[in-house]
């Protein structure tokens, strides 16, 4: 299928579907200027890559490098926009309103396009909270702009003065039980299924689209790159979701 007819095809799919749901990855934050997740890193940690660094281990074994690198992290975030393809998802929203939008992505993307309340799988980056006891933890003042590859002590709880961790939910974690389930009830309802900018391997977020293709949604990709998802999607979008999912929602209307 030629890429417009995909457009086409996948504009259909949404003009004609009142329960959406879109599952978003990192790539949907790509050109807002934040490196998807599997992109190599820069700095001190271009030694690491970040599935090294996302473990409770890896904070364990070195707080100050894991904290850093999280710190610079919520910096560049901090200071980037959202871009058209986080806008599009809002503008889903707005048109159709039941969409529920469920994010992998720790940043607030989403929620400074415009999207109400964006279901995050993996948490965020402005919710730390103690790693020892779990007490939600005052999220850090406005994110300075670290030297790039700066270690940073991460700052003490203030009910037992163990080390504070970033909200975010990392390997061997339980992804948030409310978020999980909320995700899984709407895969299972919804008519479409847009998945954008995911590499769908990690899982149980992964498990979404899957959990929607079986309940009978057609399910559509955007994302430049085949992944795993290519079976259960009915159109495959090749190409950068800034640039492709304004173009459908335009022509889905
Ligand atoms: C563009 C683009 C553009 C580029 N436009 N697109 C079953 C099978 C095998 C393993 C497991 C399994 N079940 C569990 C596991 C283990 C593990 C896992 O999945 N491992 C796999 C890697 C093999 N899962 C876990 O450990 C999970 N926990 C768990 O299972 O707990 C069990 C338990 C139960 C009860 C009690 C206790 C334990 C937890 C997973 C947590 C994942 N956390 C991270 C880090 C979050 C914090 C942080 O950001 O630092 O979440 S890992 C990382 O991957 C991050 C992401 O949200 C997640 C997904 O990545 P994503 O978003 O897909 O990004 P990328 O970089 O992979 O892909 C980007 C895509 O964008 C690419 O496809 C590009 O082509 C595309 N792209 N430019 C559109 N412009
Ligand atoms: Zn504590």
Redesign the pocket.
Known sequence: MDHDSAVREAAALLARSRRVVVFT????S??SGIP????ALTGLWQRFD?QSL?TPEAFRADPALVWGWYEWRRSAVSRARPNPAHIAVATIEARRPGTVVIT???DDLHERAGSATPVHL?GSLFAPRCFDCGQPAPPPGPADEPPDGRRLEPPRCTACSGPVRPG????????PEAALRAAAEAAAACELLLT??????????AEIPHLAARAGAAVVQ????P?PLDPVAAVSLRG???QLLPRLVDAAG
């Not at 998807?36 to 992109?39: E, S």
């Not at 955007?222 to 790159?225: A, D, Q, S, T």
Request: hydrophobic share 50%; net charge negative; no cysteine.
């Open positions: 990855g990192a790539g949907v790509a050109e998807t997740f599997r992109d970040a996302a992998q992505d720790v993996h975010v939910v990392w390997f061997g974690e339980a992804l954008i900018g995911t590499s769908g391997l990690v899982y149980p977020a955007l994302n430049p790159m992944t950068p979701a800034a």
